[in-house]
């Protein structure tokens, strides 16, 4: 159980929107503490996390397997007296909205742009380096395709974009390598200290190591879209695979190139009983992959979010078959 006087920061460890929210609000409130998650151990987190006197939650969706527990946490550390802001851009029930307005959160929600502007905005009047701010939620909205936002393409326009797609990349890049080649705990605290690093003024590309994991991105990059071709396996309008990857978001794109399908999905073991699943889309693809998404994690009653192009969900080993055959019917 944290300090009563803490103020927690915990938004969505697995990408760099996630990270560059975290250090966006960490700039903001200097005096905070930061904490990662995903989105199948949020609640869990929020819990370690104890009764902060704030807490800023960011990057981290809602469904329908999520939210009763999640509401339960906020009505919890609502009756503890801790003030909770909700900032997001992912798909939200206009139900879970209400619910959680009603008991005290701020929500903070818009789905056209990314959660690092998102926590820009918000938080514009705190933030003490509006050039580091700007150029993180410009990282943020890039690597989760969502540039194209108002507010975004305002700030993107503001540097050189060459530049902001370098330092996006080199970001995205370092956390994938790191998530891929570091254990439990170690993993965390890597990805700890570079919001610290990114809170404090450095770029993506000083972070120590972050071109060599960059170049190893590449290399792998390039033997795992020659594997696809021959391992990838269709199913409808969608191709799926098995990986090791730890960047399962990033092989589901591969496979995209490697079958010439619209929507690619890749799966690897989580534990010894459960799958972390990510599915891509194509520009052109007219679905939404956060609903299909959604009504598979209700199906299956397990938890899952994201985006209309990129989203993902948490199985059962069992469940994948079945997984499949919803994917079969929501993707024709």
Same mark, same amino acid.
């Given at each position: 159980?944290?300090?009563?006087?803490? @103020?927690?920061?915990?938004?969505?460890?697995?990408?760099?929107? %996630?990270?560059?929210?975290?250090?966006?609000?960490?700039?903001?409130?200097?005096?905070? *503490?930061?904490?990662?998650?995903?989105?199948?151990?949020?609640?869990?987190? @929020?819990?370690?996390?104890?009764?902060?006197?704030?807490?800023?939650?960011?990057?981290?969706?809602?469904? &329908?397997?999520?939210?009763?527990?999640?509401?339960?946490?906020?009505?919890?550390?609502?009756?503890?007296? *801790?003030? @909770?802001?909700?900032?997001?851009?992912?798909?939200?029930?206009?139900?879970?909205?209400?619910?959680?307005?009603?008991?005290?959160?701020?929500?903070?929600?818009? *789905? +056209?742009?990314?959660?690092?502007?998102?926590?820009?905005?918000?938080?514009?009047p705190q933030i003490g380096n509006p050039t580091q701010a700007k150029i993180l939620a410009s990282c943020g909205a890039i690597t989760d395709l969502m540039d194209g936002g108002s507010v975004a393409r305002k700030l993107i326009s503001s540097f050189d974009r060459q530049f902001l797609l370098y330092e996006a990349t080199v970001l995205a890049f370092t956390i994938s390598m790191v998530r891929k080649e570091k254990e439990g705990g170690a993993k965390n605290e890597i990805l700890l200290d570079i919001v610290?690093?990114?809170? +404090?003024? &450095?770029?993506?590309?000083?972070?120590?190591?972050?071109?060599?994991?960059?170049?190893?991105?590449?290399?792998?990059?390039?033997?795992?879209?020659?594997?696809?071709?021959?391992?990838?396996?269709?199913?409808?309008?969608? $191709?799926?695979?098995? *990986?090791? +990857?730890?960047?399962? %978001?990033?092989?589901?794109?591969?496979? @995209? $190139?490697?079958?010439?399908?619209? #929507? %690619?999905?890749?799966?690897?073991?989580? %534990?010894?009983?459960?799958? +972390? #699943?990510?599915?891509?889309?194509?520009?052109?693809?007219?679905?939404?992959?956060?609903? #299909?998404?959604?009504?598979?994690?209700?199906?299956?009653?397990?938890?899952? $979010?994201?985006?209309?192009?990129?989203?993902?969900?948490?199985?059962?080993? &069992?469940?994948?078959?079945?997984?499949?055959?919803?994917?079969?019917?929501?993707?024709?």
């Amino acid at each position: 159980m944290k300090s009563q006087e803490s @103020i927690a920061i915990l938004s969505h460890r697995k990408d760099a929107d %996630g990270l560059s929210s975290a250090a966006i609000l960490r700039i903001a409130m200097p005096k905070s *503490t930061v904490y990662l998650s995903d989105y199948s151990d949020m609640v869990e987190t @929020i819990r370690e996390i104890g009764s902060p006197q704030e807490f800023f939650i960011a990057d981290l969706a809602l469904n &329908d397997g999520s939210f009763p527990d999640f509401l339960s946490e906020m009505k919890r550390l609502g009756q503890a007296g *801790t003030k @909770i802001q909700y900032i997001d851009h992912h798909v939200l029930k206009s139900e879970f909205e209400t619910a959680l307005k009603e008991c005290g959160v701020d929500v903070y929600h818009f *789905t +056209e742009e990314s959660a690092a502007v998102l926590a820009f905005q918000k938080h514009l009047p705190q933030i003490g380096n509006p050039t580091q701010a700007k150029i993180l939620a410009s990282c943020g909205a890039i690597t989760d395709l969502m540039d194209g936002g108002s507010v975004a393409r305002k700030l993107i326009s503001s540097f050189d974009r060459q530049f902001l797609l370098y330092e996006a990349t080199v970001l995205a890049f370092t956390i994938s390598m790191v998530r891929k080649e570091k254990e439990g705990g170690a993993k965390n605290e890597i990805l700890l200290d570079i919001v610290e690093r990114l809170a +404090e003024g &450095d770029l993506p590309h000083a972070i120590p190591g972050a071109i060599e994991y960059c170049q190893a991105f590449a290399q792998n990059a390039s033997e795992t879209l020659e594997r696809l071709k021959s391992e990838g396996k269709k199913a409808g309008s969608f $191709g799926y695979v098995k *990986t090791s +990857e730890s960047s399962t %978001g990033n092989v589901a794109y591969a496979l @995209i $190139g490697a079958l010439n399908v619209p #929507v %690619g999905m890749a799966y690897r073991e989580d %534990g010894p009983d459960n799958y +972390e #699943v990510s599915l891509r889309a194509t520009e052109d693809y007219r679905g939404d992959l956060s609903q #299909v998404v959604g009504k598979a994690a209700k199906a299956l009653y397990t938890s899952g $979010g994201g985006h209309a192009k990129a989203s993902g969900i948490r199985i059962k080993r &069992d469940q994948l078959e079945d997984l499949i055959a919803l994917l079969r019917k929501e993707l024709s």
